[in-house]
């Protein structure tokens, strides 16, 4: 009989990780969620009445991962290990947060990410290379793509890379750089036709061209700040 209940409450588990497994977290409602949860704390036994129990008896399934570790073993059948799992879920998702936020920055002003992208550039004093910056609508970096890298003249434009990328992380602004080596501030004539070119894309895709921004070793040029140039960027105001 032992025998017998062990084996339905394997098939159970295994149905409930086949589920996941197919559809994530999509449609499970919250007690199945920690019926699952407790799994891992919890083997060879039925978690899912604990699972009601737990939603009762703190109100919610935000209100279990917020309960501390000594009122989750109140819970009859609770072990140490999975009250200590349960416990574990808030400041793990709090240290991803923060460590997405660091690999993110939001650049919201033209200093910010002209100062992020002179970085870029500090180990390529004679290689032009050719970067854009991704933002979500909050200017949040999402994603920095080196394009391409050449030699002290010139490095391969490739609309089509840009295109991917940008459809890639579902950029809603970008900021397209790249260096001269020769230390030029001057945009040159491939340059402009370069971000035109940029220009009529992103308008087509609906993501918004912020700048294009020329770096040398010792300054920077910023097309969207530039009368002469701002046309090619169709208004290319900051990002603020």
Known sequence: MADS???????????????YYETGLTGMPDHNILEFLLFFGIPQ????????????????F????EAKRTDL???????????????LFLPVYKRYVEDIHKKRPVLATK?????????????????????????DSNNR?????????????SALFDIRKIASAVLEVNAKK????????NGSLEPSRDDCNITAELRDLLSLLKVKFVDHVIITDTSHFSMSSSGRYTHLINGGEPLI
Do not use: W
Not at 5 to 19: A, F, I, L, M, S
Not at 62 to 65: E, K, M, Q, W
Not at 111 to 135: A, G, Q, T, V
């Open 5 to 19: 209940k062990k084996n339905v409450h394997h098939g159970h588990r295994q149905k409930v990780r086949d589920r």
């Open 45 to 60: 036994r039925d978690t899912n009445e604990m699972a009601h129990e737990l939603i009762d008896r703190f109100g919610s």
């Open 62 to 65: 935000s209100g279990v991962l």
């Open 73 to 87: 073993l109140d819970v009859k059948g609770m072990t140490e290990t999975a009250a200590c799992l349960l416990t």
């Open 111 to 135: 200093k910010e990410y002209i100062k992020y992208l002179k970085h870029l550039y500090l180990d390529s004093p004679n290689n032009e290379r050719i970067y854009i910056l991704c933002f």
């Open 141 to 153: 970096l999402i994603a920095c793509r080196k394009i391409s890298e050449g030699d002290f003249t």
């Open 174 to 181: 970008i900021v397209l750089s790249h260096n001269h080596p």
